[in-house]
């Protein structure tokens, strides 16, 4: 049952994540030249509906059936999505999550049936014209029933979030949010249900609370500066350096081994984001567009006129009452002995991540030896470092790694960063965590692999660098 929970809201997140950029780029647009934005420009406001309307969702319906049936099925599932998108009068992002996979593994079922049937030299007739006919049934079932279905279902939603707001009760949704954020299921909550649903509303009134739920950084920081008066040892010292990752960079996870480590902390989080939430909603803050990363700058650049200092307190009031309820709780239920247990924390956390994410029987041996590549160490070119979403620890691991090259003399080789299941396919090396191992070398066999546990403190990296060395020294 978690892991199918978790599978599904892998699937979400992964159909909204890879848009990000678009989403943001419709709310920076919005909000600087709508009628109450920075810059009022009736002009340029025309491009708000149509990227709401139509671009967004064939983006999310595109992604969807790319993961389901490649690039193939990403077409024939934005063929789909626009007849669900003509079918409704709301923009259709759950519409688009229905069509674009259904679409997608209709389609690959059907290919199935005719596969090596085809007569020579006829393959690619019969394959575009499939798609094409395919997608256009497709279309015109959304336009007739999908479309209507999924509006009707949005509407009920609607209401529902509608009741939760008109009842002050939005703030329970911390109770659920906080602690699924630490079992890894962040990605899934922010991007798979409040970012569709934030969109919508951000077109209704200007600004969405759904867009800060989950990523305010207020609690995280909060319980790290707890961690930074009021802890020992080990998790005292990191905690500073947690805490700028975290704030600045958005990287919440930086703070999940910290809950980890005293789970009786989770309390301190839903506390903190209750009063959060609490907090943005009666003083009508929110953003115009996600905040991907949840960072304070992010928070900040995404915040709409007249909604900054809303949105400061709200932060701020979520830091606080973080703070001194971790600091109450560290003192009546933590014991002493129990401060030397991060690194425990932070292995239970990788361990976590991988079972989220559902590699836990993927793994190959930790170490700086590239294995299974087809590349000379001497020819490596371009490094990518590979994480789930390719945003993230990967980001991270790539500043650290190409620091470390240019101090080596070895700037020349070109570090990247993507998503493990979009790997190029001109990478000479793949660095990427044990569990993603698998997947990795699926989405590239010709490329080296090196398996690492921690994307910031990584003993491979020196090893590595060392061999890269040897290597075009002898070549």
Known sequence: MKQGVQKFGRFLSGMVMPNIGAFIAWGLITAMFIATGWMPNERLAAIVGP??????????????????YDTRGGVVGAIATTGVIIGASVPMFLGAMIMGPLAAYVMKKLDMLWDKKIPQGFEMLVNNFSAGIFGGIMAILGFLAIGPSAEAINNALGAGVGWLVNHGLL?????????????????AINHGVFTPLGAQQANDVGRSIFFMIESNPGPGLGLLLAYMFFGKGTSKASAPGAAIIHFFGGIHESYFPFVLMNPILILAMIGGGASGVFTINIL???????????????EMTMSPKGAHLANI??????????????????????????????EASQELMRSMKAESKGQGLDKAPAGAQPMGGQVALRDVRKIVFACDAGMGSSAMGASKLRKKLKTAGLDDIEVIHSSVDEIPQDAD?????????????????RANLVGITDFLNAPEYEGLIGQLKDSKGKA
């Open 429 to 445: 090396l793949i660095v990427c965590h044990n569990n993603l191992s698998g997947r990795a070398k699926s989405a590239n066999p």
């Open 51 to 68: 990227m709401l309307t139509y671009l967004l969702p064939l983006l999310i319906g595109y992604t969807g059936g790319k993961i389901v």
């Open 171 to 187: 703030p329970l949704t911390s109770v659920l949010v906080e602690p699924a954020k630490v079992l890894f299921l962040n990605n």
């Open 284 to 298: 009508n803050g929110g953003l115009i567009g996600a905040a991907s990363p949840g960072s304070i700058i992010a």
């Open 313 to 342: 307190i709200g932060i701020a009031v979520a830091c606080g009452v973080t703070f001194v309820l971790s600091a109450i709780l560290m003192k009546l239920f933590v014991k002493a002995e129990s401060e030397g247990d991060l």
